[in-house]
């Protein structure tokens, strides 16, 4: 297509689209003068029903909605004949005009009707992928309003379609205390130009709440305005269960929980660390472990790890050792430490599970000065039970010269 025809088309499909939106005379005047440039430029009547079937082509493909194609065939009809005039299809005669319009009109109406049903195989694919999810879909107005959801959702809620459709989603589906929360949330995600992610509870028609994690994208019209928002939804409730089972139990331990990544930052740091270390977790979490090693530990630390990433030969991970550690104040005191490794896909983080045995080796070097001390004294005894035989023996012989 030269540059000729590419202006004429593009002049076209601006008219058109004025048409479709209304435009009255003022279009048809300038689909009218469109003709007239046509004519100036010696293209012929088959030159400008090639324009204008691929200008009419671009808008379909602009995928406008199959309910305007009635609207498209007529505004099409008045632009396109208006801008064959200046070809002086009057002189044909107007039984041959009438034809070729007619033959213009049914090719449009076949390419609208085609369109129509490839959007329709569209639209009727995309409702059964919903329909067969294993995930929520859920579609609100721009008011927040339920405009429908799938069967998944109605199976996890218990409500059908029907009985809550175009009544408020936060009000039905949100515990009370989470109301104003979700309806900002909702806000901004109609308001984000990529698509918001997060997680909130439903409440079911039991009474029962789900914790259900969405990701949400809002929905455009054909002017770019947002007309509302798609979300679709995975129940994580049993995992949310099973993670702050492990909160809790990382949080109430006894033993000092840490975690790193595998460049050894801190990433967790549980409140009996806080207590055995003296730091608090936001004075650790980001900063490398070593500031919680004594030499020659803290140098060492960085080629352990490396060493094991390369050969996976494990010297301390999945054992209990006793080593030393150094506290905030710089005090070194004896540990017990278990090391764990946890892989998830390409992503290694490395735990350890500390217990100060400061209390059990003091404990243990009493008892062993103890025995010490006891040894000691049984030593002492011997030794004065053995020298004490010897005098005894000479004050009786003393005793009896003198007799």
Do not use: C
């Amino acid at each position: 297509m030269n540059d000729q025809y590419r202006r004429l088309t593009e002049q076209l499909i601006s008219v058109l689209q004025d048409r479709i939106a209304g435009a009255g005379e003022a279009a048809l005047l300038r689909a009218y003068e469109l003709g007239r440039s046509a004519v100036a430029g010696q293209l012929t009547v088959l030159d400008m029903l090639l324009v204008q079937q691929e200008a009419l082509m671009q808008v379909l493909l602009g995928k406008l909605p199959a309910e305007e194609s009635v609207r498209l065939t007529r505004a099409a009809a008045d632009v396109f004949a208006e801008s064959l005039v200046p070809f002086e299809l009057a002189r044909r005669g107007a039984q041959e005009s009438v034809a070729l319009l007619r033959r213009v009109n049914a090719e449009l109406e076949q390419q609208v009707a085609e369109r129509t049903a490839a959007l329709q195989r569209e639209r009727d694919f995309a409702e059964r992928l919903i329909e067969t999810a294993q995930a929520a879909v859920l579609v609100l107005d721009r008011d927040g309003r339920i405009v429908r959801f799938n069967s998944y959702l109605a199976r996890l809620s218990g409500y059908a379609l029907a009985d809550v459709q175009g009544q408020p989603w936060v009000t039905v589906f949100i515990p009370e205390r989470e109301q104003s929360r979700v309806r900002a949330t909702l806000e901004r995600a109609m308001q984000e130009r990529q698509t918001y992610q997060g997680i909130s509870p439903i409440v079911t028609r039991e009474g029962h709440e789900r914790e259900i994690e969405w990701s949400a994208t809002p929905l455009r019209d054909a002017s770019a305005a947002v007309v509302g928002l798609l979300s679709i939804g995975q129940d994580v409730t049993e995992r949310e269960r099973t993670q702050a089972t492990f909160r809790s139990l990382i949080q109430t331990t006894q033993d000092a929980v840490i975690v790193i990544d595998r460049h050894s930052r801190i990433e967790l740091f549980n409140p009996a660390a806080e207590r055995i270390f003296g730091y608090t977790s936001a004075e650790v979490v980001g900063q490398h472990v070593r500031i919680l090693m004594p030499e020659p530990y803290a140098s060492e630390h960085d080629g352990y790890l490396a060493r094991y990433e390369q050969t996976g030969e494990a010297r301390a991970i999945g054992r209990t050792r006793t080593v030393v550690a150094r506290r905030k104040g710089g005090e070194v005191f004896p540990m017990e430490i278990s090391l764990a490794e946890v892989r998830v896909g390409s992503d290694v983080r490395y735990g350890a599970f500390i217990r100060d045995i400061s209390d059990k080796v003091r404990l243990q070097e009493q008892l062993l000065e103890r025995e010490r001390l006891a040894a000691i004294g049984t030593t002492a005894a011997k030794l004065v039970h053995e020298i004490g035989n010897p005098l005894n023996s000479m004050f009786m012989a003393a005793q009896l010269l003198q007799r």
